[in-house]
């Protein structure tokens, strides 16, 4: 007949213990993951809303009669916008889904949740890389309309539209703050893994 010692616990329940504490990490892990998956829905479509409602028109002087035209400035003028635009669409759509997946999987904790998440993982690795050569080609096109570029000949144009780049500039600012929240969801996910 074996000893229990009255002070310690049984095993049965040193290893209930152990779980639970794990469980509430876990719920814990995910309920970021939800949070910072709602702010990157709310960055993107910022971002989004910014770029696509860019738009500016004003007349120009010409030395000719009328001695004016009017010219407008878009952001479908640029193949860069048009890039980042796409890219944050598809981000921000991304976003609403996996929001929802991982709302479902703070519910759930089902193991069919774990494999989702590693999928979800690897498009989000992917939409960072996406999403942040968007935002770098879209600021470049912003710096130029900002300063130019006296050595090919490139005017600025913002000393014109000047509520045009500042749409621009808002868009490419938030959108700087969406792949720092991507990134912050693949780091999650990193320290996810390593504490199981």
Not at 170 to 179: C, D, G, M, P, T
């Amino acid at each position: 007949m074996a000893l229990i010692n009255p002070g310690s616990s049984p095993p049965e329940v040193l290893e209930l213990e152990k779980n639970s504490i794990g469980s509430t990490k876990t719920t814990k892990l995910v309920l970021h993951d939800v949070i910072l998956r709602v702010c990157l829905f709310a960055t993107t479509l910022t971002s989004l809303i910014a770029l696509v409602t860019s738009k500016q028109t004003e007349m120009i002087p010409v030395p000719y009669p009328p001695y004016g035209a009017s010219v407008s400035a878009k952001f479908t003028d640029s193949p860069a916008f048009v890039y980042s635009s796409a890219a944050l669409s598809v981000t921000c759509l991304y976003s609403i889904i996996t929001t929802i997946l991982s709302f479902l999987a703070l519910i759930k904790r089902s193991a069919t949740s774990t494999k989702l998440m590693s999928c979800v993982f690897a498009i989000d690795v992917l939409l960072l890389g996406i999403l942040a050569s968007a935002t770098g080609a879209a600021g470049e096109v912003a710096y130029l309309g900002l300063k130019g570029n006296s050595n090919v000949g490139w005017q600025k144009i913002c000393n014109v539209y000047d509520s045009y780049c500042r749409h621009v500039g808002f868009s490419v600012l938030i959108s700087i703050f969406a792949s720092i929240v991507l990134s912050l969801l693949i780091i999650l996910y990193i320290i996810t893994i390593s504490r199981r």
